[in-house]
């Protein structure tokens, strides 16, 4: 038994910093014989029902931690038990939300042991986390033009504007027609926009000064162009993050920028319109974190439309809220951020629930972000179609190359993955 190459036998973390410039948890994780390391990404838009991402005291408390806690509870055992790992790591931990060690540093070491489990094994990190089973890619839905809390309330108040080439047939294509429409629509800003200086917020997507609807416009101009071009199908999404434009006083989402407020009843209208003009696939957040009820009368309307209604800080990956969302018919797809939960297992199960109830799991980046490329991995390995990974970035792209090492890697067998039936018209 002590002989296995997988036993555990060093855990060692340090301070990095992420694509913000913010500080960072790094784990390593060493066995016998192999070798893995990640870093904790973070978000700026966060849910309330998040784990806690770092203890009082920050990344310096959390490498600490790590020596103290971490490394002395996870040296002898096996990388390749993921579960018992993550159970040590609650137990170590012993808050509910990971407030003692934080969810990143969760997030960091877990991942780290999957990484030098698989390296250990002398498999890739997908066939560790997915097993033999696994052929299916995802496509990359990028963000194009960005606004909200990425571009420090000057860019549009929507969050996000992104692309998904649900036509593209392999992942080159897909990669390939997201770069275009990027492309595309920063030549188009430079039209539209007087006051476009080329400038990019803290995922890669354009900073515009234009509002939602003429943004909106010139993206969906470029899909139309770019897909005309290529000849498949390349429609525009939106992640609205609207729990950061809600007031709890004024009991209304309130666009800065554009000078709007919108009631409840309102805000639905305005995404339905949205939704219909603009021929949208995809709208994450569309009303603030506990509107459950909201969403469902949204995600009904949508469902006619072909388009997917996506929970990000409404489920925080978080099993109960997910199966919340669907009993209530919230939405038809769940953002998947491994840090939002701590663990690899828990991520595990929020993925399989959500498949269970007939909901899309979209792997998802954070704004700030590591250089790691696991987030590929965990995308074709948890299975899930669709992964939200940037379009331009060396961080973001860090995780798309990954994409074609692993085509590469899967050949012939490879490929793209079945996105529902509803939204392929
Ligand atoms: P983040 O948000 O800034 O919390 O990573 C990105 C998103 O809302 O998808
Ligand atoms: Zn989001």
Not at 385 to 393: A, D, F
Request: proline letters at 4%; a negative charge.
């Amino acid at each position: 038994m002590g002989l296995r190459p997988s036993i555990i036998e060093d855990v060692r973390a340090q301070k990095v910093f992420d694509s913000r410039g913010s500080e960072a948890v790094e784990v390593e994780v060493f066995t016998r014989a192999g070798y893995g390391r990640a870093t904790a990404p973070m978000g700026a838009s966060r849910g309330r029902g998040e784990a806690v991402p770092y203890p009082k005291g920050g990344v310096d408390e959390a490498v600490k931690k790590v020596e103290d806690l971490v490394a002395p509870s996870l040296s002898g055992l096996d990388a390749t038990d993921q579960r018992l790992v993550d159970s040590v790591l609650h137990e170590v931990d012993g808050t509910p939300d990971f407030s003692n060690i934080g969810g990143n540093t969760a997030y960091a070491a877990s991942m780290a042991v999957a990484v030098a489990a698989a390296n250990s094994l002398g498999i890739s990190l997908f066939k560790h986390l997915g097993g033999p089973m696994v052929y299916e890619l995802p496509y990359p839905l990028g963000n194009v033009i960005g606004g909200g809390k990425h571009t420090k309330g000057r860019g549009p108040d929507i969050q996000e504007m992104l692309v998904l080439p649900i036509g593209a047939e392999d992942v080159l294509e897909a990669l390939q027609a997201n770069f275009l429409v990027h492309r595309r629509v920063g030549k188009l800003l430079l039209k539209a926009d007087p006051a476009f200086t080329g400038g990019r917020g803290d995922e890669g997507a354009w900073a515009t000064t234009l509002g939602t609807e003429r943004a909106l416009e010139v993206l969906s101009r470029a899909c139309e162009e770019v897909s005309g071009e290529l000849g498949f199908e390349i429609r525009p999404g939106l992640d609205v993050a609207a729990s950061t434009l809600w007031r709890e006083e004024k009991n209304a989402y309130v666009y800065e920028r554009e000078g709007v407020i919108r009631n409840r009843e309102d805000q639905i209208k305005f995404i339905l319109g949205l939704m219909e003009r603009f021929n949208l696939v995809y709208v994450e957040d569309p009303l603030m974190e506990e509107d459950f009820e909201g969403f469902s009368e949204l995600a009904e309307e949508a469902s006619k439309m072909g388009c997917l209604i996506c929970g990000d800080d409404l489920f925080v990956t978080n099993r109960d809220r997910i199966a919340r969302g669907a009993e209530l018919g919230s939405a038809n797809a769940v953002i998947i951020k491994p840090n939002q939960v701590g663990t690899l297992s828990d991520t595990l199960e929020a993925v399989e629930l959500a498949r269970s109830k007939g909901m899309v799991p979209v792997a998802s980046h954070r704004s700030g972000e590591s250089t790691d490329p696991h987030l590929a991995h965990l995308a074709v390995g948890l299975k899930c179609p669709i992964i939200k990974s940037g379009v331009l970035g060396g961080e973001r792209v860090a995780k798309l190359n990954e994409l074609i090492r692993i085509a590469e890697e899967l050949g012939e067998v490879g490929r793209m993955a079945r996105l529902p039936g509803a939204i392929r018209r």
